[in-house]
Nanobody
Framework: QVQLVEFGGGSVQGGGSLRLSCVAP???????MGWFRQAPGKEREGVAA??????????TYADSVKGRFTISQDSAKNTLYLQMNSLKSEDTAVYYC??????????????????????WGQGTQVTVSS
């Protein structure tokens, strides 16, 4: 079982930045990890996904965050990060870290689909004021 713990959320003004972290003690190589978010009254949305295989790192981003958010992983620390810059009010949501239960390759559309993931953190709130 993979246990995930997110932290780093908070309240910021529009245009500001936050860095989210996800500690995964059960991390193993060749596993997809992702960030998802859910705003009140809206469906859970895939934000970014990361997959590392040897020296090859693959990242996938939702169109709404491209150029503003960056996903990265420090395998030595078993930690996944989401750097969020130029934040907008529409970025307000609870952000969740997730991991897949297999090591299989997934196309981008599946990497950003919450149904592809088996393990989830508790979520951390991000609030962006106008």
């Amino acid at each position: 079982q993979v246990q995930l713990v997110e932290f780093g959320g908070g309240s910021v003004q529009g245009g500001g930045s936050l860095r989210l972290s996800c500690v995964a003690p059960g991390y193993s190589s060749r596993r997809y990890m992702g960030w998802f978010r859910q705003a009140p009254g809206k469906e859970r949305e895939g934000v970014a996904a990361f997959y590392g295989y040897g020296t090859y790192d693959s990242t996938t981003y939702a169109d709404s965050v491209k150029g503003r958010f960056t996903i990265s992983q420090d395998s030595a620390k078993n930690t996944l990060y989401l750097q969020m810059n130029s934040l907008k009010s529409e970025d307000t949501a609870v952000y969740y870290c997730a991991a897949t239960g297999s090591h299989a390759y997934m196309p981008a559309i599946q990497a950003l689909d919450s149904r592809s993931y088996n393990y989830w953190g508790q979520g951390t709130q991000v609030t962006v004021s106008s």
